[in-house]
């Protein structure tokens, strides 16, 4: 089956690939001019982190649009093709986001409270050689742990 273009749409597409790399290539030396301006101003790390990690993740997310709109032609399906693809990135995206929040809170909360995980060894008694109940452990609030 052969697709026919003319010459226009042949170089409506080159140089819509063309305007893609560009715009990658700029978008990519001017994360690498702000990663190397935030070493050189902040040596020791001290600076605004945060700052500067939104702004990487906002280029980032730049450069996905284009690479996924351009170079795997997605810009050019329907709209139910493309939100089918991309719902379930984002819902991928939100869950890790939302599982990196909940042990955040988990660690705040053991530290909070005092819980300190010790590991339990038992002898292996006969039960081959991955030694059955090695290396359990077992959370316990700090105060149980001192007084034993």
């Given at each position: ?16 690939v ?79 986001i ?7 809170e ?43």
């Open positions: 089956m052969a697709h026919d273009f003319s010459v226009e749409q042949y170089n409506s597409q080159v140089s819509a063309w305007r893609a790399t560009i715009i990658l290539s700029i978008v990519t030396i001017v994360e690498v001019a702000i990663a190397l301006f935030y070493m050189q101003a902040y040596p020791n790390g001290d600076g605004p982190r945060m700052l500067l990690n939104v702004g990487f993740i906002m280029m980032s997310l730049l450069k996905a649009y284009f690479i996924v709109g351009e170079f795997m032609h997605l810009r050019y399906e329907t709209r139910a093709l493309i939100i089918t693809i991309l719902a379930p990135l984002f819902f991928l995206i939100w869950f890790i939302a599982f990196l929040w909940e042990g955040a988990w660690q705040n909360n053991r530290t909070f409270w005092g819980v300190e995980v010790e590991e339990h060894r038992t002898p292996m008694q006969g039960h081959g050689a991955e030694g059955h109940g090695q290396g359990d452990t077992h959370a316990k609030p700090a105060e149980e742990h001192k007084g034993h």
